[in-house]
């Protein structure tokens, strides 16, 4: 599968390709069939998804210690296909219905473990609150549906652009992008993420974190620029662009502070996936052909190295039995390998360059950059700054034993939490254990060595925004744009904000090890400034559904609202 | 063409949004869940329904002058029947499997976040643990 899709990245590099199911092909720039619309941003993505299905399906041979029953095998590949067929597919509709399909088979693999209450907690709240998100994006779909009576996403745009945005094309808009950030876990539709990803075993968290909220970005990015585009783009850009950005930077930094103050391991990963869901958000929010591909190679680049974080943790898991920092500290010396995977991954969340994470951060920062917004590109470092440093204090607890074994700020994981505690640390033979995690992190950091990805990214990201010469090739069989030539260079200003961040990432993991060092009036005056807020956060994360859905409704009240007000 | 449907949908998402907000009842919050769903079926008819336009079958002997509502959203709802199907039948095992576990359905037992539990828990959390150890 992952063979088929980096085949498919190729092939459409030359042109998208469409496939009619069934021969139904539209007639007169009318769209009746179902189809497929394959670019290579969204192979690109097809193709991580097949990377980590792989890496996930060898590691979970060796993870489980009973034989795995084959249910578990068949919600895997079930999860794989509506993965890539919401990756690839072109109608709204069949978006949603891959959406279900998706959700589904990913709340039954959350609920595998069911002998501790958390996790099935964990799998319902996962459930009700994605499934309230299906709810607003079907709504959304409807609304449009009625508006335009056409489902396919080139023909959506084609119908909108000869009308101006009125009030039901914004709340359409409103509607499905809430609905898609539910699934994605942007702030405030976060509070199931943290729930699901903390109790779902790890191979399967790998799948999680690494593709599925990205998915929802990914989604977003393509209904704005292939159906809403001509409405929207002209005139109401700066409106869009502004809730999309505000939405993405208020996530990656709620996500980047609740990821430091955990130490289970598989929440603080879940946080971080929180916050760089944020930040993708951000970069697809700049509306710009370069915000967008810097999205994408992030996406590709950060899933690859946090898909391999989830595998070292499930190694660790299964030879520890714990993966609370503060339980398993020391306990990790004799793993020295899977050590140097977290301490790397950590180190490629922060953006050190040159890894793949920072070749797609400088892209997004010269995005920002081209708009005029020079503040964006600091504060997406301190986010990726401080979800580096969660991840090195716990690697330097755990496998060198540093710093003490008990901290009061930190949010121990709750009992059962672990899904994997009453498991025993028995010896096995680990290659298919560390082996997933190693590949993973070697491919994600390593694609920043690919030479020119950042170019073709690019290249292929200005086409994909052309909405008319896209909906001429989709709907009317009209040969391809031709590829725009472009000359990337990261800056000197990219390379210091890697630098910066990663060192930031550094100092703050010896902030998070040794705060008692630190003179005790710093401390003091720190606690009081952050100390509230930081546990009126923690509060909030109480794993209560019936607040969960009280914030996604605020929150998608607030959302509409705003694009609504601001298109005005 | 009414906007009575309209009305009736909202109605429906708003109810079943305040029943999930305020439950406490783990079937309960399920039900709830479908009556929010009814509401996008309702929406999808009503965006298809036109007024005095006969259901779209075209069989022979049927006049297709009168002309027929779309089809599209009927198919568009039964898809979605179906997928709320098998959600709704998804989290209710889930529902069995806490309800055998700990044999209640109230949310009144901790939450799996380690902060301050929201709601006080009447049984305490022996209940669970005693009819746990029941279980083999």
Redesign the interface.
Known sequence: MTVLCVVLIFHSAHGTITYWFGGWHPRNGIAIGISFSVEPLGAGIAALIGALMTAALVQSIDYFEEEVPPHFFVLMLVFLASMIGFALSSDL?NMF?FF??M??AA??LT?YR??H??V?????NF??VN??GA?LL??GI??L??RTGA?NLAQIGQVLSRHGADGLVIVAFGLIVVGLLTKAGAVPFHFWL??AY??APAPVCVLFAGVMSDLGLHAVGRVYWVAFSGVLGNGHADAVRGVLIGVGLLTALVGALMAFVQAGLKRMLAFIVISHVGIFLTAIGLLTARGLAGATVYVVADGLVKGALFCAVGHLARRVGHTDELIAHGRGRSLPLTGTVVALGALGLAILPPFGTFVAYSLVERGAGGLGYHWLPPLLAIATAVTGASVLRAAARIFLGLGPAEDDLL????R??EADEGMRAAPRRGFLLWGPAVALLVAGLGLGFAPGIAAHAVQHAERFVDRPAVARETLHGAPPAPLPHVHEQIGAAGYAYGAGSAILAVALAWIGLYRRRIPEAFRRAAGATAGPAVQRL??L???????Y??WL?AGAAAITGLLALLTR | MSFLPYALAAWL?FVG?YG????RH?VH?VVC?GV??S??YV??LA?GYRTGKKAPIFTSGVPTKVGAVDP??QA?TL??VV?SV??SA??LA??I??WK??GKLC?C???????????SCPHGSTT?SRLRSRQP
């Open positions: 509709f219905v279900e399909l959700s589904t709340f039954g609920g069911i002998e209450r958390s099935l907690q964990g799998a319902i459930a009700v499934g309230i709810f079907l709504a409807a609304l549906y009625g489902l943290s729930d903390a109790v949010v121990a994981a709750p059962g939490e923690k509060l994360h109480d794993g209560v559904v019936g607040e859905v009280t409704t | 998402f949004l999930i907000v305020t439950s783990l919050l869940l929010m769903q509401s996008t929406l999808l965006i599209v959203v568009l898809t979605d997928v098998v959600a998804l989290i889930l529902v499997e806490i576990r700990s949310r037992s901790a939450p799996p976040c380690s902060a301050q539990p929201a709601i669970s």
